[in-house]
C-alpha cells in the first residue's frame, strides 16, 4: 500500500446537461476551476451509444486488451471516481459507473464517451495540497495513481 494525505477543499455541485460527455466536461471543469486532485460521485442518465469499458479481454495476459461494451438505450447511473493529475499536470478522471434498465446492469469505466441522457448530476470535493500524480506504468501500459 502506498499513501498520501490531503485537506478538505472546495465543493462544487455540477448538472451536466443532454448530449455532453461525462469525462470530457468533468476534465474540462476541473481545469477551469483548476482543480488537480477530487473525488466524485455521479448519478443520473447514460444515452444510447454511451460506451464503457469492461475489462480485459484475459485478466493476465501480458498484453491487457480493453474490452468495450455500448448501451443500446437509455440507462440509469450511479459512479464514484477520482481525479489526479497526469505527468503533465492535467486532471484525468477515472470513474466507474453502474449503468442499469430493467433488471439488467453493467459496470465500467468511463474513459470511452458515457453521454448525458437529459441530466446528470455531480458532487465533487476538491482534495488540496495532494502530491498524487497519474503516471504511467510500462508494466501496465496504465497511468497508474503514485500517491
Known sequence: MKYSKAKPGRIFVIRLEDGEIL???IEA???KMKI???????LGGADKSSRLV???AK???KKIVPMETVLDDANEI???GTIFPDSKGMP???MHVACGRKKSTVTGCVRRGVKVWHVMEVVLWELAGSSARRLL????GFELLQP
Do not use: C, Q, W, Y
Not at 488537480?36 to 455521479?42: F, G, H, N, P, T
Open 23 to 25: 469525462h470530457e466536461n
Open 29 to 31: 471543469f476541473a481545469r
Open 78 to 80: 450511479a459512479g464514484v
Open 137 to 140: 506504468d510500462p508494466a501496465t
Open 36 to 42: 488537480k486532485s477530487a473525488a466524485l460521485i455521479v
Open 59 to 61: 485478466s493476465r495476459a
Open 54 to 56: 469492461v475489462g480485459p
Open 92 to 94: 484525468v478522471l477515472h
